[in-house]
């Protein structure tokens, strides 16, 4: 029902911050620079997971927000935005709806609780195009620098936030961790 989509890295220059990451692991933009009113984002293509930075000036839906680093955790929706209340309502999660666009809806998930953010995402157009446009670059790149193949797991500095992250299959650690296996044998450990 839900698929880890993306990772979100607060920052105030976000275009300084994705070209700086493309020219030093070697990776293609997932997306290019998208300046709304309410943020600003561009996205990095690491395989099999995209990292956003972004700058918010209202975030999910709330003004005067900020932070820096890591700071969310996507997962896309694969049914209805409905249908994926009801599930969360089950389970006993706190949620809010953070943002409905004609494009995708955000839905926070114990967002008083889990920092980074644990939200998900409901697109409303179909992605698999941009989807193969994004693997068929990945390839073309060799996963950059590290020679990255996927992601193997995410990790985050979290207590008291055990059911959400367990429900999301996210590890809890000492420190908020990405890691990717490598072609060359390796973890990669952002």
């Known amino acids: 029902m839900f698929k880890l989509d993306h990772l979100m890295v607060e920052v105030d220059n976000p275009q300084q911050a994705a ?10 933009l997932a997306w290019p620079l ?3 009113d309410d943020y600003t984002s561009i996205g990095v293509n690491f395989g099999d997971l995209n990292i956003e930075f972004i700058r918010f000036n209202v975030r999910f839906g709330i003004r005067d927000t900020k932070f820096s680093g890591f700071s969310g955790a996507a997962l896309a929706v694969q049914g209805s935005v409905e249908k994926t209340k009801s599930i ?9 709806v953070g943002e409905e666009t004609e494009a995708h ?4 998930i114990e967002e008083n609780r889990t920092f980074p953010t644990v939200f998900l995402v409901k697109y409303n157009f179909d992605t698999s195009g941009w989807k193969n446009r994004l693997r068929e670059e990945f390839e073309s790149c060799q996963g950059g620098v590290h020679k990255i193949d996927r992601l193997k797991s995410l990790e985050f500095n979290q207590k008291g936030a055990e059911m959400v992250l367990n429900e ?4 809890r650690s000492a420190l908020n961790r990405i890691k990717f296996k490598s072609r060359l044998n390796k973890t990669i450990v952002i």
Not at 19 to 28: K, S, T
Not at 88 to 96: A, D, F, P, S
Not at 168 to 171: A, G, H, P
């Open 19 to 28: 070209n700086d990451v493309v020219e030093m692991l070697g990776l293609p």
């Open 105 to 108: 809806t955000t839905i926070t």
């Open 34 to 36: 998208i300046e709304k």
């Open 88 to 96: 969360l309502e089950e389970k006993g999660l706190n949620y809010r």
């Open 168 to 171: 999301f299959n996210i590890k």
